[in-house]
């Protein structure tokens, strides 16, 4: 098997700043030499894969082979199978390849661990609400070790369409064999996607899905390495999304691909959020834009011009690749023996500043954060902006999957006056002498005897976010007369930490829900994810998922919409969460129409149909509402909505859905 080359941490950052050798804990003990790149061939799964569920109570339909599942301390049997007491159990008795991982994000991080520690090939975790510093400390003991590949969390998961075996939580009857290879940040986009393939004739090899979360497992490049070697795919497809650099260097990969390949696979992408505010967290964990990150404007013609073949829908995929395929030497029938079947063997960046309103829920105000500063002993002096002020942010580097420094001479961190420094998470002191110190004072242009002052700085913002679980913690600070002092600030926490695990309550005090949009608060306490969008928006948006619910106030933009919310049930759309979110939507006098955009996964369509009807009729609605239903039992359901006597239009096309809900909301028929 080809031995696949590491992911570099690209071109524009510094060198990862690696802590003694001493402070990380290492699992491998089996081989001197660890890279994590050396697990990518764990991604091959198939009819071969023997899976070990952490947590299981799925069925065995579909052909997976599940050898047993693990509960803590007991041993036993469940659905004819094995129960085993610990992971370590379950690998010496039942040797498995895989992993499932189905316990909530607060327990998630200790799963893995215990999976990492057992060196099982391959884990995947499908919790959301994962504490990111969890994952941090996680990815930290990743890159001691060459054994396990992580793939999530907060996903669902990786699906062999060709050998029936699927470790997560796929809508099935969306899947079908056949030759093309997704990778995905987001669940609801990718079954999107899934169904356009299987629509079009073609089906799936191998989907992979990165998650939705700031660290991922196994990122787009991983996927696309194992497309590029993968016999039983002949097209690739890839769904982004807004937050981080993933795509970027996916097109990075793209160029070079289609350059050093004389036949290559036709690739085609789509990157959700196009239209998303500046700044806002968009559902997932991780859809936000931090500094130093680009736009999806940026993503989208990278990849463009990397030789992708773009799209605005995923109902677009199937038909575009079809096309793509009929123009280049298809492999099929040749012969080959595909990896799933087999038996196993042995441009410029758009910058966030410090003045901009984000809307995640634990950015504290800036008082707030200069009282933090004050308490670890840092000089504060508020004051307005000045020329020679320097800028420091304390953040996640996404590639890297650690922590980074970013110093910069600019509030706005454009890429020609700032140094991006990932270090490691197992990092405990910096001092003047420290690489990191001496980097970021070079940049500011700080003179040797700053860099103490420098060094204490910095040391005071990790502690903070190690100890308070920041994700992002920004200073603007000026050094006159050997004094650095702070004169602003603005700190983001992780609200994992404190949704799921309970932690950093006395940080989530500091939220004050009376100076934020009440629709948006009152959404949050239904679990619903809802944008107030700016302008003249005067279609209301329900959508179940993060990044379709992005993709679909897009697309709505594209045919000459206007959107006046952002709405995302959270994967589920019940009777109540659409209650729910008709309520807040109708608040909302800009709203003249309402479109509702759901895929029917696990939840079947005409289920989701019922619930639509009784909540239009239990609010007595009147505002005209396009349902368009796709997925399990897509048909049923849309009958239901055309057959219920309501101003309910139900379609099946995203194009007609997209046009009757504009024309309604123009005051058309």
């Not at 992979?208 to 993968?230: P, Q, R, Y």
């Not at 930490?497 to 309970?502: E, L, P």
Request: aromatic content about 6%; charged content about 20%.
């Amino acid at each position: 098997m080809t031995r696949l080359s590491s992911l570099t941490a690209g071109a524009r950052r510094a060198p990862l700043l690696r802590a003694s050798v001493k402070q990380i804990k290492h699992f491998s003990s089996s081989s001197r030499y660890c890279d994590y790149a050396d697990t990518l061939p764990n991604l091959k799964i198939g009819a071969h894969t023997r899976v070990l569920f952490q947590g299981f109570t799925e069925s065995l339909a579909w052909g997976t082979k599940i050898v047993g599942g693990v509960k803590p301390g007991v041993e036993g049997e469940h659905l004819r199978l094995p129960v085993f007491p610990s992971v370590k159990a379950a690998q010496d008795r039942a040797k498995p390849d895989a992993s499932a991982i189905y316990v909530p994000g607060n327990q998630t991080a200790k799963a893995i661990e215990e999976a990492i520690e057992a060196e099982i090939p391959l884990v995947v975790a499908v919790a959301e609400h994962v504490p990111l510093h969890d994952i941090l400390r996680l990815h930290s003991i990743l890159k001691t070790q060459s054994k396990t590949r992580l793939v999530g969390a907060n996903c669902p998961g990786i699906i062999s369409a060709i050998g029936k075996c699927r470790i997560g939580f796929q809508p099935l009857p969306c899947f079908a064999p056949g030759n093309i290879g997704i990778v995905a940040k987001s669940g609801t986009l990718s079954y999107e996607t899934v169904a356009s393939t299987t629509r079009a004739g073609l089906g799936q090899s191998l989907c992979i899905s990165m998650g939705g979360d700031l660290l991922a497992g196994t990122n787009f490049v991983d996927a696309l390495k194992i497309f590029e070697e993968d016999p039983d795919t002949e097209g690739i497809m890839l769904v982004g999304e807004i937050g981080g650099t993933a795509e970027m260097d996916a097109a990075e990969w793209i160029t070079d691909y289609y350059r050093r390949t004389a036949n290559p696979k036709p690739i085609m992408a789509l990157v959700g959020g196009r239209q998303a505010p500046p700044g806002r967290i968009m559902g997932h964990a991780g859809a936000w834009t931090a500094p130093g990150d680009p736009g999806p404007e940026e993503k989208y013609k990278a990849l463009e011009r990397a030789g992708a073949v773009m799209v605005n829908h995923p109902e677009k995929f199937g038909e575009g690749m079809k096309t793509l395929l009929s123009g280049r030497s298809s492999s099929l029938g040749s012969g080959k023996r595909g990896l799933h079947t087999m038996r196993r063997a042995t441009p410029q960046s758009r910058r966030v500043s410090l003045q901009k309103t984000q809307a995640r829920t634990l950015y504290i105000k800036q008082f707030q954060a200069l009282d933090i500063l004050k308490e670890n002993v840092i000089f504060v002096n508020e004051g307005a902006q000045s020329a020679s002020d320097l800028f420091l942010s304390l953040t996640i580097d996404r590639t890297a999957l650690s922590p980074t420094l970013i110093a910069s001479s600019s509030a706005g961190f454009e890429l020609s006056s700032s140094v991006r420094i990932p270090f490691a998470y197992t990092t405990e002191q910096f001092s003047a002498q420290n690489p990191l110190i001496e980097a970021a004072a070079g940049r500011l242009q700080l003179p040797a005897s700053a860099q103490e002052k420098l060094a204490e700085l910095v040391q005071a913002l990790w502690q903070i976010f190690k100890e308070k679980e920041a994700f992002v913690l920004e200073v603007r600070a000026n050094y006159a007369s050997e004094t650095l002092e702070v004169r602003g600030a603005r700190f983001g926490f992780d609200d994992a930490a404190f949704r799921s695990s309970g932690r950093q309550e006395d940080v989530h005090k500091l939220r004050n829900v009376a100076e934020e949009v009440p629709e948006e608060v009152e959404a949050e306490k239904g679990g619903i994810v809802y944008v107030k969008l700016e302008g003249e928006g005067s279609i209301g948006t329900l959508v179940n998922g993060a990044g379709l619910a992005m993709n679909t106030v897009d697309a709505l933009s594209i045919h000459g919409g206007h959107c006046a919310n952002f709405l995302d049930t959270g994967g589920k759309a019940t009777s109540e969460t659409v209650k729910s979110s008709f309520r807040i939507i109708t608040s909302d006098s800009r709203v003249k129409a309402i479109f509702v955009n759901i895929f029917g996964g696990l939840t079947r369509c005409d289920m989701i149909a019922e619930g639509i009807i009784m909540a239009f009729r239990d609010l007595n609605m009147s505002v005209p509402v396009v349902v368009r239903l796709r997925g399990t039992n897509e048909e049923s359901g849309q009958k239901m909505i055309s057959e219920s006597g309501l101003p309910l239009h139900a379609f099946d096309s995203f194009e007609d859905a997209a046009k009757k809900v504009i024309s309604l909301a123009q005051g058309g028929q």
